[in-house]
């Protein structure tokens, strides 16, 4: 991975964690979004699953953690907020190393 997607990958998932955490923790309560939260940690998920064979197998591992804790958000924790805020920064977080980790030559 370069340098730049290396840059752009980092601030996206900021900017996903700080929607999610914003605005006094009730960035999560709106449904859209946590939805669209727990969809880029799915797609930066499947990135690193797809992609692991290239990397480090780490990511294959970390990808499938992330894409299991976001299915548990869209799914299980919607109504419980607290929880669900904290699933979709670890999901998110995971799921950034994860592809790091998949891209990595």
Request: with cysteine.
């Amino acid at each position: 991975m370069s340098i730049s997607g290396l840059v752009i990958l980092i601030i996206l998932s900021l900017l996903v964690v700080l929607f999610v955490i914003g605005k006094d923790g009730r960035g999560v309560n709106n449904y859209i979004v946590r939805n669209t939260a727990a969809v880029y940690s799915l797609i930066l998920s499947l990135l690193a699953i797809i992609k692991s064979n290239q990397g480090m197998v780490q990511g294959f591992y970390m990808g499938l953690l992330s894409f299991i804790l976001s299915l548990l958000v869209l799914t299980v924790y919607k109504k419980k907020y607290d929880i669900c805020r904290i699933l979709l920064v670890i999901s998110i977080v995971l799921a950034t190393i994860a592809t790091y980790f998949s891209y990595i030559n």
